[in-house]
């Protein structure tokens, strides 16, 4: 059981360029979040899916676009990366929206240059 | 708006001290509240979760209290050790999770 995995755990990336950052979980959670980590800014809500099949826009969605590609997976996609984006990002899930306590995986730390 | 802040920042103790943490928000309409361990360059671990029908939780040398009515909990830790040194997150959950900045904690030997 490895709970939420993410990968890569580390990326640089050139202004402009684009990727993805994937998401798993296996505990078989409905609900699925992305949030980026800043210094001073604490964690914020990028995008998050409340069930298979739906997502919607968190706190900071601009510059960023996601897919709900099963239960298991949610990734999160950078399509012309900025030096703003320079972050760490954590997927999270829990067994339902609102209400339950999420799981965090051990994050990635992009750099864009 | 729901703004969550964790007081203080950091904090700096001898091993074997009693301490506790505070966070504070100004929406009392939550569903639970949350408090996280950071470690440096690590994600989040769930130390434990109130829901807003509780007034506490404990597990082993935790405690985390929860009123809602004055917009407070503390995390209580008992015995302080220096494996405790992290960052602790506190997060209340409306319709979505909303962090405070931590409290970044150092415990010396």
């Known amino acids: 059981n490895a709970g939420v995995t993410q990968t890569p755990k580390f990326q640089v990336l050139k202004t402009g360029q684009s990727m993805t950052l994937q998401c798993a979980q296996d505990m078989n959670h409905n609900s699925m979040y992305w949030y980026r980590q800043d210094p001073g800014m604490g964690l914020r809500l990028i995008y998050y899916?409340?069930?298979?099949?739906?997502?919607d826009k968190g706190e900071v969605p601009n510059g960023y676009n996601v897919s709900r590609l099963n239960k298991r997976e949610f990734s999160l996609r950078l399509e012309s990366a900025a030096p703003s984006q320079t972050s760490v990002y954590f997927c999270a899930s829990s067994e339902n929206w609102g209400s339950n306590e999420q799981f965090f995986g051990p994050g990635t730390r992009l750099t864009v240059l | 708006k729901q703004e969550v802040t964790q007081i203080p920042a950091a904090l700096s103790v001898p091993e074997g001290e009693n301490l506790v943490l505070n966070c504070s928000f100004t929406d009392s309409a939550i569903y639970n509240l949350q408090w996280f361990r950071q470690d440096p360059g690590k994600g989040l671990t769930s130390l434990l979760l109130?829901?807003?029908?509780?007034r506490e939780q404990t597990s082993g040398r935790l405690n985390a209290s929860l009123d809602k009515s004055s917009g407070r909990s503390t995390l209580y830790i008992a015995a302080s050790q220096p494996g405790d040194s992290a960052t602790y997150l506190c997060a209340v959950a409306t319709d979505k999770l909303i962090f405070g900045t931590g409290t970044r904690l150092q415990v010396f030997p």
């Open positions: 109130i829901q807003s029908s509780q």
């Open positions: 899916s409340a069930s298979e099949g739906t997502t």
